[in-house]
T-cell receptor, first 112, second 113 residues
Framework: IAGITQAPTSQILAAGRRMTLRCTQD?????MYWYRQDLGLGLRLIHY???????GKGEVPDGYSVSRANTDDFPLTLASAVPSQTSVYFC???????????FGQGTRLTVV | AQSVTQLGSHVSVSEGALVLLRCNYS??????LFWYVQYPNQGLQLLLK??????LVKGINGFEAEFKKSETSFHLTKPSAHMSDAAEYFC???????????FGRGTSLIVHP
């Protein structure tokens, strides 16, 4: 089934640990995004990539890094997790800038 | 810069009643506008979108929205609510130099029997 796959679906992580959230799409979309969803705050952009090989910072990039080595994969890394990074993380992609975004099912991360 | 304001974090309606979810946007260029729906423990899925052309756009599940440039609004409506419409709804705008989607804070639609 075409779409976006995120892994893991949920994770409990000790503070200070490193964690990579995986995101893979098979739609050959150029643009990819990482958002975090927190109650009352909606979705906030962490990082984005308009095309393979390029990345940019969103609204809340601190403590996170991304890479875009190819079209399909867009992993998000937390170098040293902190409790404030407890959230639901969504990866999304769009065919090109301005078109609708397609979302993965999310990763629920709890940092303790 | 672009932004989205959704009025009302919660909207409660009776089954069969009109649904109206409000969205106002700001954008320095003609915007692309979207409504997404999120069911519990799921990702977001597109309800409808406005890019160019007809300002009244129809989406899935009987929803529609009208782009009003003079009011910078893109309100979502449905004539008759169904219990299955209970979900979180997000308005989003993209435009400007980066065309990255910016989301509102969401409105939780509650449908009473």
């Amino acid at each position: 089934i075409a779409g976006i796959t995120q892994a893991p679906t949920s994770q409990i992580l000790a503070a200070g640990r490193r964690m990579t959230l995986r995101c893979t799409q098979d739609m050959r979309h150029n643009a990819m995004y990482w958002y975090r969803q927190d109650l009352g705050l909606g979705l906030r952009l962490i990082h984005y990539s308009n095309t393979a090989g390029t990345t940019g910072k969103g609204e809340v990039p601190d403590g996170y890094s991304v890479s875009r080595a190819n079209t399909d994969d867009f992993p998000l890394t937390l170098a040293s997790a902190v409790p404030s990074q407890t959230s639901v993380y969504f990866c999304a992609s769009s065919r090109e800038r301005g078109t609708e975004a397609f979302f993965g099912q999310g990763t629920r991360l709890t940092v303790v | 810069a672009q932004s989205v304001t959704q009025l009302g974090s919660h909207v409660s309606v009776s089954e069969g009643a009109l649904v109206l979810l409000r969205c106002n946007y700001s954008s320095s260029v003609p915007p692309y506008l979207f409504w997404y729906v999120q069911y519990p423990n799921q990702g977001l899925q597109l309800l409808l979108k406005y890019t160019t052309g007809a300002t009244l756009v129809k989406g899935i599940n009987g929803f529609e929205a009208e782009f009003k440039k003079s009011e910078t609004s893109f309100h979502l409506t449905k004539p008759s609510a169904h219990m299955s419409d209970a979900a979180e709804y997000f308005c989003a705008v993209s435009g400007g130099g980066s065309y990255i989607p910016t989301f509102g804070r969401g409105t939780s639609l509650i449908v009473h029997p």
